[in-house]
């Protein structure tokens, strides 16, 4: 929903099960939800309600301060998941240019999220973006094990490796741009356009994101898709009641895997501020 116009947020918000928001991605949902929870149109407990911990406020005296900020945007009491945004940590109040960069102490930010789940402003806690590596270092130190580690995976990146670590962690895995990222030009988001979903799509008479999404589903993945499209949001709805018979769920073996972002030539300092990134992530 992060992208959608003020405007728009009170009248597309019942449609979607899930709520995802960042405070980076503000928007007038706190008016949305009071509005719908008192015309009775849908009530808390029936909402999931995700939020996340940007970068700038991973010292474990901001992480508290950050969590309220969203509550109060929110105009909520709690939130069903607060997730640690990146693995990732800049000086606070500033952006994400490599000269902000700081050594992030992800056990001490990790030790104030498990203190908002103690006292019930969290019911769960999670990651984002965490390779492997970072998730498997993060729980050695636990006292909370992290709930959910939720990354970019779709049937073009399909994160096997992460996969079959949460799956022996005990970590649910969910896919955010699981129909890839259609509509930017800054990353590659041909998933759609893959041929092996084309040919599993009109063979099951799905769409192509019908198939992607319940590629994700049936590999044990929640998923967190976005369209501003009311008959779009249905059929991404219409994933459950069907599945990939054997042979079928076989052939997203054939689909050659990429991780690729491009961006114009004059956005250098882009394209630098992403190979930091990644460095910084898998690390």
């Not at 769960?124 to 729980?139: M, Q, R, Y």
């Not at 769920?249 to 630098?272: C, D, G, H, Q, R």
């Amino acid at each position: 929903m992060y992208s959608f116009p003020p405007s728009q947020c009170k009248s597309r918000a019942p449609a979607f099960i899930q709520i995802l928001i960042s405070i980076i991605y503000f928007i007038q949902i706190g008016l949305a939800l009071k509005k719908l929870f008192e015309e009775g149109v849908v009530k808390r407990e029936d909402l999931f309600i995700t939020s996340k911990l940007w970068n700038d406020h991973h010292a474990p005296e901001d992480v508290p301060e950050a969590l309220n900020e969203s509550l109060n945007d929110l105009q909520l009491d709690y939130l069903d998941l607060y997730l640690i945004h990146w693995p990732v940590r800049v000086k606070k109040g500033t952006n994400n240019n490599p000269e902000n960069f700081v050594t992030p102490d992800l056990p001490a930010t990790w030790g104030a999220m498990e203190k908002l789940h103690d006292a019930g402003k969290a019911r769960a806690i999670g990651v984002s973006n965490f390779s492997s590596k970072k998730l498997g270092d993060l729980l050695a130190v636990a006292r909370v094990p992290p709930a959910v580690d939720q990354v970019e995976c779709h049937p073009c990146w399909q994160q096997t490796k992460l996969h079959n670590f949460c799956q022996s962690a005990g970590v649910h895995l969910s896919a955010y741009s699981p129909l890839g990222s259609p509509g930017t030009t800054w990353m590659n988001g041909n998933v759609l356009k893959e041929p092996v979903i084309i040919s599993i799509s009109e063979k099951l008479g799905k769409t192509p994101a019908q198939v992607a999404l319940r590629w994700n589903i049936q590999m044990g993945h929640s998923v967190l898709p976005k369209s501003t499209n009311q008959e779009r949001i249905k059929q991404n709805l219409d994933v459950h009641d069907w599945s990939f018979p054997d042979d079928v769920l076989a052939k997203f073996s054939e689909i050659k895997e990429v991780f690729i972002i491009y961006a114009p030539s004059n956005l250098s300092n882009t394209l630098m501020r992403i190979k930091h990134w990644y460095l910084l992530m898998i690390v």
